[in-house]
């Protein structure tokens, strides 16, 4: 099996940056995608960004322009940078793998707060 850990959460004004880290081990056969995925207090978990394999990558239209989703094959390990933050942007960011048998992985979440 393999396991998901988030890092780089945190509590941070308008305006600023966070940037956040998922590295993945144990047991992978390939990796086919990695995305990041939020949910905020009362609502439904919703797509933030996604990576293929081949470095092709997905945004939501609420996040364009200002977070930018990277991946480093050879650690296992996707980053999300988030620029321009807004206090909308304030949720528990989940890290998400589809390996290469088209298992699904979740890691635990990480929390980002935007707040002044």
């Known amino acids: 099996q393999a396991q998901l850990v988030e890092s780089g959460g945190g509590l941070v004004q308008p305006g600023g940056s966070l940037r956040l880290s998922c590295a993945a081990s144990?047991?992978?056969?390939?990796?086919?995608?990695m995305g990041w995925y939020r949910q905020a207090p009362g609502k439904q978990r919703e797509l933030v960004a996604t990576i293929t394999s081949g470095n092709s990558t997905n945004y939501a239209d609420s996040v364009k322009g200002r977070f930018t989703i990277s991946r480093d094959n050879a650690k296992n390990t996707v980053f999300l940078q988030m620029n321009s933050l807004k206090p909308e942007d304030t949720a528990v960011y989940y890290c998400?793998?589809?390996?290469?048998?088209?298992?699904?992985?979740w890691g635990q979440g990480t929390q980002v707060t935007v707040s002044s």
């Open positions: 144990g047991s992978i056969f390939s990796i086919n995608r």
């Open positions: 998400k793998m589809v390996d290469g048998l088209y298992r699904v992985f």
